[in-house]
C-alpha cells in the first residue's frame, strides 16, 4: 500500500512529494516456481520466489520546479 503527501506552491512553480512504499510491510513476490528437477505433488518444498524492489518498505521524496 503506497503512501503520498505533496505541496505546492499557488502558481504552481514548485512541488514537493514525500512517498512510502509498502506501508503494511507486506511480503509481495513476483512469481514462485518449483526450482526441482522432479517438482511434483509429492515433493512441494522446493519452491523459490522471486523478490521485486517494492517487496521491501522504502521512502522519499520528489521536488520539481518549473522555469
Known sequence: MPADIGLQDRVHRYTLTLFVRDL????????IVHTGLMA???NPNDLTAFVNK???????ATFGAKF
Open 54 to 60: 517494492d517487496a521491501n518498505r522504502y521512502g522519499g
Open 24 to 31: 503494511c510491510n507486506q511480503n509481495n513476490y513476483s512469481s
Open 40 to 42: 511434483s505433488a509429492t
